[in-house]
């Protein structure tokens, strides 16, 4: 059971975010959608990354107008709202399975000339587009690892790679040829507020084919 302290933190932290997103967006981007495509395929549903999260997951990102930034399993857009809040000058993607939440990332960011919106399987990219790489496990652990498979067998640069809630499947990184650990924490709290229920782990490596 999660301490009623806690909890009561975390919905004000929610409503935060709630209120960030109409700043940024005009809409509210949330809400939990359960993914349809989960017993199919391993994805996971849609969950939005908080804001303050993203303060301590990114850190230490810089970007420049030579840049390519994607977030794989973006949902509604919330790491792209966040990249946009922040005046980012580089390409950005997103690519989302889910038609129902695909749409609304679409939706908002029309106005975003540097935004892109993909619906679509993100094992059907070409990583080679990028040089920064972000997900909030939108894949179940056995996804994962063909996803790095993938990567491994097709990047052809080097990329950084953020990987936000990687409790579950972020081992499988460790000790692997190119890949270089940069950072990894918990996130409980953040900005004086308890912005999980229960901590959440984030890695940040840098990929060398």
């Known amino acids: ?26 809409e509210k981007l949330g809400v939990f959608v359960p993914s349809p495509f989960g017993k199919e395929i391993g994805a996971t549903g849609c969950q939005s990354a908080p ?3 993203l303060d301590v997951v990114l850190k230490d990102l810089t970007l420049s107008s030579n840049d390519s930034f994607v977030d794989i399993g973006c949902g509604k857009g919330r790491v ?7 005046g ?3 390409s950005i993607t ?19 000339r540097n935004v892109e919106i993909i619906e679509g399987d993100a094992f059907g990219l070409d990583y080679n587009d990028y040089t920064v790489l972000f997900m909030y496990r939108p894949m179940e652990s056995d996804v994962f690892i063909c996803f790095v ?8 640069h080097p990329v950084k790679f953020y990987y936000y809630a990687d409790g579950q499947s972020g081992y499988y990184l460790n000790d692997r040829p190119g890949w270089k650990l940069i950072e990894r924490q918990e ?9 999980h229920r229960v901590p959440q782990r984030f890695s940040v490596w840098q990929y060398t084919p």
């Open 94 to 112: 997103g690519i989302e399975i889910n038609p129902e939440v695909a749409s609304v990332a679409s939706r908002w960011t029309k106005r975003c």
């Open 149 to 156: 498979n993938l990567l491994e067998m097709t990047l052809t």
């Open 51 to 53: 804001y303050k999260g």
């Open 80 to 86: 792209i709202a966040y990249l946009v809040g922040k």
């Open 187 to 195: 996130i409980h709290h953040a900005g004086g507020m308890y912005i």
């Open 88 to 90: 980012a000058p580089c």
């Open 1 to 26: 059971m999660v301490n009623p302290f806690i909890a009561l933190s975390n919905r004000i932290s929610c409503a935060l975010d709630n209120r960030r997103d109409l700043k940024i967006c005009g």
